[in-house]
């Protein structure tokens, strides 16, 4: 028993996991804002691009082809 709660002493006083250090739950809290963040910017240009396509019916199809009918210049000789 004593071996047991020297073992879980130990354990719970060496700072092993960052989830209980500050710069840890920084870390992750930070991370987290991050991935937010990206998240509501995505769904912002998503929503902007599928917006414009709803104003413009040129832009609801692929875009056209280039143009084929360029013509090419004579070489000089």
């Known amino acids: 028993?004593?071996?047991l709660a020297l073992i879980i002493?130990?354990?719970l006083s060496t700072p092993g996991c960052s989830r209980f250090t500050k710069t840890g739950r920084m870390d992750r809290?930070?991370?987290k804002?991050?991935?937010q963040v990206k998240a509501a910017r995505?769904?912002?240009?998503?929503?902007l691009i599928q917006h414009q396509r709803a104003e413009?019916?040129?832009l609801r199809n692929n875009p056209p082809p280039l143009e084929q009918n360029v013509q090419p210049t004579p070489e000089n000789q």
């Open 33 to 35: 804002q991050l991935k």
């Open 1 to 3: 028993m004593k071996y």
């Open 42 to 47: 995505e769904k912002r240009r998503k929503n």
């Open 29 to 31: 809290a930070y991370y």
């Open 56 to 58: 413009m019916p040129s």
């Open 9 to 11: 002493l130990l354990g």
